[in-house]
């Protein structure tokens, strides 16, 4: 069974950083995206950046330049750095796993920026 576990949220003030992590619980050996998203209560999910398995990655517009996304291959995980953030990164962060035409998720993890 595959679990994703995240951590590294937290309170920071405006243009702090974080790092989020992920790690699953399974070696992957097919090919796969994985991913972090965010969710603000009462919107949707949205996507922040993905990884895939060849190396591709792709972030959204709001994350470009302040955000990296990486995976740590022994680790099993996957990383989200964040740079610069702003209140408006405030939300619930999710960790995704696309694998065999399946979707894995954490519980996530809240990062809240605020002074």
């Known amino acids: 069974q595959v679990q994703l576990v995240e951590s590294g949220g937290g309170l920071v003030q405006p243009g702090g950083s974080l790092r989020l992590s992920c790690a699953h619980s399974?070696?992957?050996?097919?090919?796969?995206?994985m991913g972090w998203y965010r969710q603000v209560p009462g919107n949707q999910r949205e996507l922040v950046a993905t990884r895939a398995s060849g190396g591709e990655t792709t972030y959204a517009d709001s994350a470009k330049g302040r955000f990296n996304i990486w995976r740590d291959n022994a680790e099993n995980a996957v990383y989200l750095e964040m740079n610069n953030l702003k209140p408006e990164d405030t939300a619930h962060y999710y960790c995704?796993?696309?694998?065999?035409?399946?979707?894995?998720w954490g519980q996530g993890t809240q990062v809240t920026v605020s002074s």
């Open positions: 995704n796993l696309h694998l065999d035409s399946l979707d894995y």
């Open positions: 399974i070696r992957i050996f097919s090919r796969y995206v």
